[in-house]
């Protein structure tokens, strides 16, 4: 950090607190000539965008993903606060990804995965609307699968 007196470009932290607005207020002092500054460090949030199946892109609301996951979890086993820990588990991988756009297909994949092993009826009825099954056929093909997976775990595996 440059000295706004001198211009001497290193200087030492003398105090450092939070600040109310989400930010870090820092004294510092320059190592050449002692003047005492202030400077703030702030988080920088890039905003993620969701790129809708129609090509429209909006802003990311983990708000509109939890209401989703509360729909199809209704009169399930599955409690608000799991919802809201598997939406936080989601947005944090979508934010550490420093992608600024992702396809909405992503994170319904991401959220099928996370109920997959939560519940499974929450899992199909989620992947009935994010799929958007059109028929019975689509449905069953999608519960079978699920069968399929079930059973290939609970097979001991045999060493021959």
């Given at each position: 950090?440059?000295?706004?007196?001198?211009?001497?470009?290193?200087?030492?932290?003398?105090?450092?607190?939070?600040?109310?607005?989400?930010?870090?207020?820092?004294?510092?002092?320059?190592?050449?000539?002692?003047?005492?500054?202030?400077?703030?460090?702030?988080?920088?949030?890039?905003?993620?965008?969701?790129?809708?199946?129609?090509?429209?892109?909006?802003?990311?609301d983990?708000?509109?993903?939890?209401?989703g996951?509360?729909?199809?979890?209704?009169?399930?086993?599955?409690?608000?606060?799991?919802?809201?820990?598997?939406?936080?588990?989601?947005?944090?991988?979508?934010?550490?990804?420093?992608?600024?756009?992702?396809?909405s297909?992503?994170?319904?994949?991401?959220?099928?995965?996370?109920?997959?092993?939560?519940?499974?009826?929450?899992?199909?009825?989620?992947?009935?609307?994010?799929?958007?099954?059109?028929?019975?056929?689509?449905?069953?093909?999608?519960?079978?699968?699920?069968?399929?997976?079930?059973?290939?775990?609970?097979?001991?595996?045999?060493?021959?």
């Amino acid at each position: 950090m440059k000295c706004p007196v001198c211009g001497y470009d290193d200087s030492r932290v003398v105090d450092s607190r939070p600040t109310e607005n989400a930010s870090i207020r820092r004294r510092r002092e320059c190592l050449a000539c002692k003047h005492r500054f202030t400077t703030y460090e702030f988080v920088e949030q890039v905003p993620l965008f969701v790129i809708k199946k129609d090509g429209s892109k909006e802003v990311f609301d983990r708000q509109k993903l939890l209401a989703g996951l509360i729909k199809s979890c209704y009169k399930r086993p599955v409690t608000a606060e799991q919802l809201e820990e598997l939406t936080k588990e989601i947005e944090a991988e979508l934010i550490n990804s420093l992608k600024t756009e992702v396809p909405s297909k992503e994170i319904g994949t991401m959220a099928m995965e996370r109920l997959r092993e939560l519940d499974e009826v929450s899992y199909v009825r989620f992947a009935s609307v994010y799929r958007e099954f059109k028929d019975i056929e689509t449905f069953l093909a999608a519960i079978e699968q699920l069968q399929h997976k079930k059973t290939r775990k609970k097979k001991p595996k045999t060493s021959e």
